[in-house]
T-cell receptor
């Protein structure tokens, strides 16, 4: 089974609306971290937000929030008040250590978000 | 604010040629990583270095070698380039390999092998 699944290859949203990008994960490690990265057309990878598996509250960073549902193994990214500059590829990633070795970061295949005026 | 610097940004090679991709970070991070990104795929880990003096294989290490030259620098070498290694290569660093540590990425190297 894939460790990180992003089921939406592409999403469209109008400027100023909110959008949710889906991410589900699979791990046997009770301690793990979930990350979201943004990759604009220029190509760089930008870290957006982090959620730890033991965190009691959902993470928030400005217009970004993470809807973390541990029992469902989902960590959806919510972008409020979308802006044209939010158009990019978004990657969900998980850091775990199922074999009790060094933890490594595994990426999903990404969701392309297009924001229209 | 350099962060993670990768050189070169673009490179075209012929099959069988060798080259080294350079990466340097100025954040005093202990851990460094090399990934490749292919169309329609997320990033896949090639090699990583948890700390200075150590390197380990990731998901797709075949055809590559790495050197952790010092705490700042982590290079990736293709000894005999193959067309299947055409990809965008990203270097990243983090304070440690701890699960809560975000990785900070360079701008990538776009490598084409003919």
């Amino acid at each position: 089974a894939q460790k990180i699944t992003q089921t939406q290859p592409g999403m469209f949203v109008q400027e100023k609306e909110a959008v949710t990008l889906d991410c589900t994960y699979d791990t046997s490690d009770p301690s793990y971290g979930l990350f979201w990265y943004k990759q604009p057309s220029s190509g760089e990878m930008i870290f957006l937000i982090y959620q730890g598996s033991y965190d009691q509250q959902n993470a928030t960073e400005g217009r970004y929030s993470l809807n973390f549902q541990k029992a469902r193994k989902s960590a959806n990214l919510v972008i409020s008040a979308s802006q044209l500059g939010d158009s990019a590829m978004y990657f969900c990633a998980m850091r775990d250590a199922p074999n009790s070795g060094y933890s490594t970061l595994t990426f999903g295949k990404g969701t392309m978000l297009l924001v229209s005026p | 604010n350099a962060g993670v610097t990768q050189t070169p940004k673009f490179q075209v090679l012929k099959t069988g040629q060798s080259m080294t991709l350079q990466c340097a970070q100025d954040m005093n991070h202990n851990s460094m990583y090399w990934y490749r990104q292919d169309p329609g795929m997320g990033l896949r880990l090639i090699y990583y270095s948890a700390s200075e003096g150590t390197t380990d294989k990731g998901e797709v290490p075949n055809g590559y070698n790495v050197s952790r030259l010092n705490k700042r620098e982590f290079s990736l070498r293709l000894e005999s380039a193959a067309p299947s290694q055409t990809s965008v290569y990203f270097c990243a660093s983090s304070e440690t390999t701890g699960k809560g540590q975000p990785q900070h990425f360079g701008d990538g190297t776009r490598l084409s092998i003919l």
